[in-house]
Nanobody
Framework: QVQLVESGGGLVQAGGSLRLSCAASGRTFSITAIGWYRQAPGKQRELVATRSNIGSTNLADSVKGRFAIFRDNAKNTVDLQMNSLKPEDTAVYFC??????????WGQGTQVTVSS
């Protein structure tokens, strides 16, 4: 089991920045990739950014050049730095961990609202 706790969401004006943090606990040694997904109202959950154990990064095209993911293996944290935010970035952001064997865990989600 892995527990994921997000923090850092909130309300920001378009063009502003936010930093989300996710702290993982439990069987963190079994995590193969960790990162962020988001779900806007009426839309499917989508990948935002993930970082694997071997250091490879997967970043959604819609956030390239604006968002960056930072993983600290010693602290078992993964942060999402979001710059130049747009109203279309408004969503609930979920921390996600993929484990050895394919099992997945999700955080409870944190709301990000970008006003125009």
């Amino acid at each position: 089991q892995v527990q994921l706790v997000e923090s850092g969401g909130g309300l920001v004006q378009a063009g502003g920045s936010l930093r989300l943090s996710c702290a993982a606990s439990g069987r963190t040694f079994s995590i193969t990739a960790i990162g962020w997904y988001r779900q806007a109202p009426g839309k499917q959950r989508e990948l935002v950014a993930t970082r694997s154990n071997i250091g490879s990064t997967n970043l959604a095209d819609s956030v390239k050049g604006r968002f960056a993911i930072f993983r600290d293996n010693a602290k078992n944290t993964v942060d999402l730095q979001m710059n130049s935010l747009k109203p279309e970035d408004t969503a609930v952001y979920f921390c996600h961990a993929e484990m050895m064997g394919g099992r997945e865990f999700w955080g409870q989600g944190t709301q990000v609202t970008v006003s125009s």
